[in-house]
């Protein structure tokens, strides 16, 4: 009679014998010009689940390639894989699929589809890694992928306007998207997501792209952190989102007549923090956004540093520092129930007599010469003039235009130490 511990160990080996020839039927498949192998494609058709294809150095002319198994596509000593018509290059359609070391060209703008150098489709678990992605429509493109990562690529256009140039990396309708490392450059947007949720961007270089740096709407639950966006049209859009995290990015020379660092519209339980804003029109453009907490971050050298617009409550503006902004704030709503304290301007006037390092007179960051600049743009001319000062002045010693509310009761004599 067979005993259940001797039923047990042999189904344990059946298991492993199992394992055992799934593993021995992964294999390698080598492309080159001079293989017998000389397409991804016919590769990819060759192909069984778990194998790796590797593609040498070398020149690649090719229609659209299908994935449709879950492989490794690697490229070894970077092969060019170059769009034989301008379409779409890579198109993922199914799990597991890994795409490394390729340099991906010559994908085409085109105004009924939105082509890419990879397109991930309906599918997860997927990484994309160590490319370089050059003069495509759209570099990466995600819809209804979830669970991956796009790391330490580089993507590069020459978007001259933003109707005839597509995304670097686009996403949407996505879930737990990781991206991580990258260079963007030339595109309309850097990054876009639309319907993204719980996903991290951290550590990549934007700049030099048409519309946004970063650009997101109806995304919850993300996190961008230690990114930097330079000379875009504007930094980074985040709109009609909630629960979102902003931890010590770099906003810098997002200069035009309509840019900011910063644009948040209807954002509600957010974390701003520890952020620079520098050399921007402006470094925070805020409009019907709520519960938001503004903490550690510098803003140095903006035309404005902040601009509320309507519909702002319950927001903490607390622990900055405001290094010679043009104007520091400005205000076109009513802002009784938010807090403005324990800032550093650079601009405040008090003085501190008990040496306590808090100013002993309340700071009014809002200056009656912000509002003439709303009313009337032009009267910009008139910044540095003897009567900005005057009307200034006067304001402060008998203020009627400027909100009281708008105080900060405890402004720090000494710029504040941001944590590391």
Wanted: proline share 2%; glycine share 6%; net charge negative.
């Amino acid at each position: 009679m067979i005993k259940s511990s001797e039923i047990f160990a042999l189904g344990l080996l059946m298991i492993l014998l199992s394992i055992s020839k799934s593993y021995s039927n992964v294999s390698t498949i080598i492309v080159c010009p001079n293989c017998e192998i000389k397409t991804i494609q016919e590769a990819i058709d060759d192909a069984q689940d778990g194998d790796s294809i590797i593609v040498h150095a070398g020149s690649y002319y090719t229609e659209n390639i299908i994935i449709t198994k879950s492989i490794r596509l690697k490229g070894l000593n970077n092969p060019v894989i170059i769009s034989k018509d301008g379409d779409e290059i890579i198109t993922v359609i199914s799990d597991n699929v890994s795409i490394e070391g390729l340099t991906l060209k010559n994908v085409t703008l085109n105004y009924l589809k939105e082509r890419s150098a990879i397109r991930v489709k309906k599918k997860k678990n997927f990484k994309i890694n160590n490319n370089i992605i050059i003069d495509c429509f759209f570099g990466i493109y995600l819809e209804h992928a979830n669970n991956g990562t796009i790391s330490n690529n580089k993507i590069y256009g020459n978007a001259t306007t933003e109707a005839e140039s597509g995304n670097a990396i686009h996403a949407w309708y996505c879930e737990n998207i990781t991206i991580h490392n990258n260079i963007l450059e030339g595109h309309r947007d850097g990054i876009y997501f639309e319907f993204v949720n719980n996903s991290n961007i951290f550590d990549n270089l934007s700049e030099k792209n048409k519309r946004y740096g970063l650009h997101f709407m109806f995304s919850n639950d993300d996190k961008y952190v230690n990114n930097t966006f330079i000379d875009n049209g504007v930094g980074v859009a985040v709109m009609f989102s909630r629960r979102i995290e902003m931890r010590n990015n770099s906003f810098i020379h997002n200069w035009g007549q309509a840019s900011y660092g910063l644009l948040l519209k209807e954002i509600y339980d957010a974390e701003i923090i520890n952020n620079i804003f520098k050399d921007n029109t402006t470094g925070i453009f805020v409009e019907g956004s709520n519960r938001i907490n503004y903490h550690y971050n510098n803003f140095e050298r903006n035309g404005w540093a902040i601009k509320f617009s309507g519909g702002c409550e319950t927001n903490a503006i607390t622990s900055n520092n405001f290094i010679n902004n043009t104007l520091d704030l400005v205000v076109s709503t009513r802002m009784n129930d938010n807090i403005f304290q324990s800032n550093y301007w650079s601009n405040y006037t008090g003085y501190d007599l008990d040496k306590d390092g808090i100013g002993d007179i309340p700071h009014y960051p809002v200056k009656l010469f912000s509002y003439i600049i709303n009313e009337v743009p032009e009267a910009i001319l008139l910044m540095r003039s003897l009567f900005v000062d005057i009307i200034n002045y006067t304001e402060k010693v008998s203020p009627v235009f400027t909100p009281k509310e708008v105080q900060d009761s405890k402004p720090v004599i000494q710029l504040i130490k941001r944590p590391k």
